[in-house]
T-cell receptor
Framework: EAQVTQNPRYLITVTGKKLTVTCSQN?????MSWYRQDPGLGLRQIYY???????DKGDVPEGYKVSRKEKRNFPLILESPSPNQTSLYFC??????????FGEGSRLTVL | KQEVTQIPAALSVPEGENLVLNCSFT??????LQWFRQDPGKGLTSLLL?????REQTSGRLNASLDKSSGRSTLYIAASQPGDSATYLC????????????FGPGTRLSVLP
């Protein structure tokens, strides 16, 4: 089944404790992206990647890191999480035809 | 910079009504436009994708149209059902490399039994 898989789906952590949210797609898509969704602010892009080893900042990249060493994986790294990074995070991927596919989301709470 | 708006922000209709959701974008140089459905706390499910060369797409009770010159898209839902209750978002993909998907804020739809 074609899908975008995120893990963990739910996470509660404390300020400053490094964490990684994994994202994997099995559709051989070139493009992958991370978004965060907050009430009243909609979907905001954090980082995106046009292909392996090619990443770029989105609208809200501060406090996040990404890497794209393999085509299927695009992990989101929070080196030192803060409470303002409490949010619902989505990973998405797309082929060059441009249809965007989303993962189920990861709800992160930073205490 | 591309901006996407959606009107109305929220809509409540009785079951069985036909309804239209609107999406507007400021830059007509788009590659495609996509409509999504999102249930509370869940991921986004793709409903319809319209390429820039197309005028409309249909899937079941859903019909999406695209007018690039006026910067508008509409999502038409026929014979609405309570199961259609969700937030509907539109997103445009820019043509330029390095620019990508821009999302609207969504329309929250409630279909009352």
């Amino acid at each position: 089944e074609a899908q975008v898989t995120q893990n963990p789906r739910y996470l509660i952590t404390v300020t400053g404790k490094k964490l990684t949210v994994t994202c994997s797609q099995n559709m051989n898509h070139e493009y992958m992206s991370w978004y965060r969704q907050d009430p009243g602010l909609g979907l905001r892009q954090i980082y995106y990647s046009m292909n392996v080893e090619v990443t770029d900042k989105g609208d809200v990249p501060e406090g996040y890191k990404v890497s794209r060493k393999e085509k299927r994986n695009f992990p989101l790294i929070l080196e030192s999480p803060s409470p303002n990074q409490t949010s619902l995070y989505f990973c998405a991927s797309s082929p060059w035809t441009g249809e965007l596919f989303f993962g189920e989301g990861s709800r992160l709470t930073v205490l | 910079k591309q901006e996407v708006t959606q009107i109305p922000a929220a809509l409540s209709v009785p079951e069985g009504e036909n309804l239209v959701l609107n999406c507007s974008f400021t830059d007509s140089a788009i590659y495609n436009l996509q409509w999504f459905r999102q249930d509370p706390g869940k991921g986004l499910t793709s409903l319809l994708l319209i390429q820039s060369s197309q005028r409309e797409q249909t899937s079941g009770r859903l019909n999406a149209s695209l007018d690039k010159s006026s910067g508008r898209s509409t999502l038409y839902i026929a014979a609405s059902q309570p199961g259609d209750s969700a937030t509907y978002l539109c997103a445009v993909k820019a043509t330029n490399y390095g620019q990508n998907f821009v999302f609207g804020p969504g329309t929250r739809l409630s279909v009352l039994p």
